[in-house]
């Protein structure tokens, strides 16, 4: 997934895979980061994966974003 991202910045699909793949080996600051860029460009991709991740301490980030 890294590569994916890397490879295409502006795919928020690829962002959001590397975001949970962070987050299943405990990379908290990695998770952060992923959802910095994404909130860039595709913020509701950004707050799904604070949803999915359970990373309330990120919810701030989209906090303006309703669904």
Avoid: C
């Avoid at 795919?11 to 990695?30: C, Q």
Wanted: proline share 1%; net charge neutral; aromatic share 8%.
């Amino acid at each position: 997934f890294e590569n994916a991202a890397k490879d295409h910045p502006m795919n928020g699909i690829a962002w959001y895979h590397l975001g949970m793949a962070y987050h299943i080996v405990n990379e908290h600051d990695k998770v952060t980061s992923v959802v910095e860029h994404l909130n860039r460009f595709d913020r509701k991709r950004a707050r799904q994966l604070i949803q999915d991740t359970g990373r309330e301490d990120l919810r701030h980030l989209v906090a303006d974003l309703r669904v």
